[in-house]
């Protein structure tokens, strides 16, 4: 059984998410207006102007750049390349579709986060929504979990590179590493080890195309695309393995918590 309803739940974890991603932003604490629109009247009656302040401007772009950002601080960039590596390696072009893919990606990182989303709620967004603390200790508590999963995911090669990019020193805790670091080392990391398990998985449907290609060449049949006898013996090979619930395990024991 369930111990909390679905819905609830992803509302949680939206709230929680949508927390986090405006921590990673520069807050803006005192700016002032900026002009927006001016309207001005016949000659002599003088004009009236609209302006519009910095914190409603930087909010508006937020929500425009939230979608990425709340999919690159999670486990989906994994989950989404290896996803889309295995359709090529299966070399079924279009099948699972992308709205298949992405979905499934969606709600496997759902189910990989959901430890991290409940310490988020538990800690930072039940308690603010409830009246018991502060918006900038609930950003400063929901970002705790969220760096700790980013950072045990994260190479600590790739956090060297971007701190010597950035021209930083040299740290003695994860905790120092700056959000702007640890961001794109976080998604090198990820990108590097989606690529690793797609080699792994292209090994096996690649070894079959060279043995089909090999038994066509050997009985004449050069005018045969091997892709044709290829594909349905590696779809077959891959439900008899009962490949999607090995892939899954696979995916979600990948990450370290």
Do not use: C
């Amino acid at each position: 059984m369930l111990r909390k309803p679905i819905t609830k739940k992803i509302l949680y974890v939206i709230l929680a998410l949508l927390l986090i991603a405006l921590a990673a932003l520069p807050m803006v604490s005192h700016a002032q207006g900026i002009p927006l629109v001016n309207v001005t009247g016949a000659a002599g009656k003088g004009g009236q102007q609209y302006s519009m302040s910095l914190q409603l401007l930087g909010l508006m772009t937020t929500l425009t750049l939230l979608p990425s950002m709340l999919l690159m601080m999670t486990s989906f960039v994994r989950i989404i390349i290896v996803l889309s590596l295995l359709r090529q390696a299966i070399g079924t072009a279009q099948t699972p579709p992308n709205t298949v893919l992405v979905g499934l990606a969606l709600f496997l990182t759902f189910f990989i986060m959901s430890p991290v989303f409940e310490t988020v709620y538990k800690d930072a967004v039940g308690p603010y929504m409830n009246g018991t603390l502060d918006f900038d200790k609930a950003l400063i508590k929901a970002e705790v979990p969220v760096r700790d999963f980013m950072t045990k995911q994260t190479r600590e090669d790739d956090i060297a590179m971007f701190m010597q990019i950035s021209n930083r020193r040299e740290l003695t805790d994860a905790t120092q590493v700056p959000f702007t670091t640890l961001m794109p080392a976080f998604i090198t990391s990820e990108i590097k080890s989606a690529f690793t398990i797609g080699f792994l998985i292209y090994i096996p449907f690649v070894v079959i195309d060279l043995i089909v290609a090999s038994v066509l060449m050997s009985m004449g049949m050069m005018m045969l695309s091997p892709m044709i006898i290829s594909m349905p013996i590696k779809l077959m090979l891959f439900v008899l393995i009962d490949g999607w619930t090995l892939l899954m395990a696979s995916l979600a024991n990948s990450f370290v918590f």
